[in-house]
């Protein structure tokens, strides 16, 4: 079964620095999505960024950055310039052909932004 | 429009209650899903709709009851709930096909069990 592992229960990051979230996945499929969500204090569940595995470069959306690495079944979120809005639990998720509709999820990760 | 709304936003219900979750979407999504969420913890798929027909049914009890009246509808029909049950219920959506796309989520329903 296809599983999602951050280890990151909780980050700070100052605003305006940098931070990278990790997340580690173990599947044996060749052809499967990657994403990000972010879920504020608000609820709602919004999409950061989607990395498709047999794209080699890393996915980019303004602040946000990926760091895929299919061999290690690695997929790390970068977020340059933190601002205080990025305060949110961020999920990473898999999603894979054979498994269809299902997105599989992390334990989440907390991201707290200092000021 | 790329929203998914669901409600109510909150509800508090009793164990011997009939209350029932509705969500709605009109982005022409043909995958419809029912999540579970504790806090801090990441969402439960509950079931999953394809095409109003259910798909995926996670080994949810009966006392959940989805339902899929047209393209646009999901909702969720709860009856003799526990404590337990007490989270926040996120419906979502997206393009049936194709596993790449984004899922949108709805702002959620807040439950409490008394």
């Known amino acids: 079964a296809q599983t999602v592992t951050q280890s990151q229960p909780e980050m700070s990051v100052q605003e305006a620095e940098t931070v990278t979230l990790s997340c580690t996945y173990d599947?044996?499929?060749?052809?499967?999505?990657l994403f990000w969500y972010k879920q504020p204090p608000s609820r709602q569940m919004i999409l950061v960024i989607r990395q498709e595995a047999y794209k080699q470069q890393n996915a980019t959306e303004n602040r946000f950055s990926v760091n895929f690495q299919k061999a290690a079944k690695s997929f790390s979120l970068k977020i340059s310039d933190s601002q205080l809005g990025d305060a949110a639990m961020y999920f990473c998720?898999?999603?894979?052909?054979?498994?269809?509709?299902?997105?599989?999820f992390g334990a989440g990760t907390i991201l707290r932004v200092k000021s | 429009d790329t929203e998914v709304t669901q409600t109510p936003k909150h509800l508090v219900m009793g164990m011997t209650n009939k209350k029932s979750l509705k969500c709605e979407q009109h982005?022409?999504?043909?995958?419809m899903y029912w999540y579970k969420q504790k806090a801090k913890k990441p969402p439960e798929l509950m079931f999953v709709?394809?095409?109003?027909?259910?798909?995926i049914n996670e080994s949810v009890p009966s006392r959940f009851s989805p339902e899929c009246p047209n393209s646009s509808l999901l909702n969720l029909h709860l009856h003799a709930l526990q404590p337990e049950d007490s989270a926040l219920y996120l419906c979502?959506?997206?393009?049936?096909?194709?596993?790449?796309?984004?899922?949108?989520f709805g702002q959620g329903t807040r439950l409490t069990v008394v």
């Open positions: 709709y394809s095409y109003e027909k259910l798909s």
């Open positions: 599947t044996s499929e060749s052809d499967y999505y």
């Open positions: 998720a898999y999603r894979s052909k054979e498994y269809g509709n299902k997105l599989v």
């Open positions: 982005m022409g999504h043909r995958a």
């Open positions: 979502a959506s997206s393009q049936e096909g194709s596993f790449g796309t984004e899922a949108f």
